[in-house]
C-alpha cells in the first residue's frame, strides 16, 4: 500500500512538473510571437520612390504639389515619412507659389498638416530679383489647407538686400506675410 501512495504522489509530482514545463514553454513561445508581432508593427506597409502627388480642395483647386524621393508608411503609425521633400503650395489670393524643402518630412491626416525638418528652405521666387525670398531653419510646420506655416526654431531670412534672424516664425502663405516672434536682428546689404 505504500508503494502505491509513493507511487501516486509521484505520478502526481510529475503531472505538475510536466504542466508548469509546458506552462513555460508556452509562455516562452508566447513572448517570442509578441516580439515578432511587434517588429513587424514597425515594418513598412509600403515604400515609394520618385513619387509625385497633388492635393486638391474641396472646390478643385490645387493646393499643393509634393514631389519625394522616398515616402514610407508604416502600421505603427498613421503618418507618412518623406525624404528628401519638395512642397510647392498654391494659394487662390497669390499668383506666386511658395516653395518648400527639406531633408526629412512627415504627413499627417491625409495632408492636413505637414512637418519638416533638417536644412528647411522656405522660398517665394520671381522674375522680380527684389522680391525673392529664402527662410532657412531646422523645423517647419505647414497646414496647407490653412495656407499656414509655423515654427519656435532660429529662421534666418535671406533677401536680395536684406539678411533677418529670429527665433520661431508664423507664415501666412496666403498674404505673402512673414512674422518672425522674437530676438530679431537684420543687417541690411545694399548692393
Known sequence: MSNYFFLKRSMIFLVVILAVSVLVWLLEVNQLNDDSNANKAEDPNYILSGVTGYQFSNEGDLKYELLVKKMTQTAEIDTVLLEQPQLIVYS????????????????????????????????????????????????????????????????????FYDRTTGDGMKVDLTQKEIKLLSNVKGIHMPR
Open 92 to 159: 487662390k489670393t497669390n499668383s506666386i507659389p511658395w516653395r518648400l524643402t527639406a531633408n526629412q518630412g512627415e504627413v499627417f491626416n491625409e495632408g492636413e498638416k505637414i512637418n519638416l525638418w533638417e536644412q528647411v528652405h522656405l522660398t517665394r521666387q520671381t522674375d522680380d530679383q527684389d522680391a525673392q525670398l529664402d527662410a532657412l531653419t531646422e523645423w517647419l510646420t505647414i497646414y496647407p489647407f490653412n495656407e499656414l506655416a509655423e515654427t519656435d526654431k532660429k529662421v534666418t531670412i535671406t533677401t
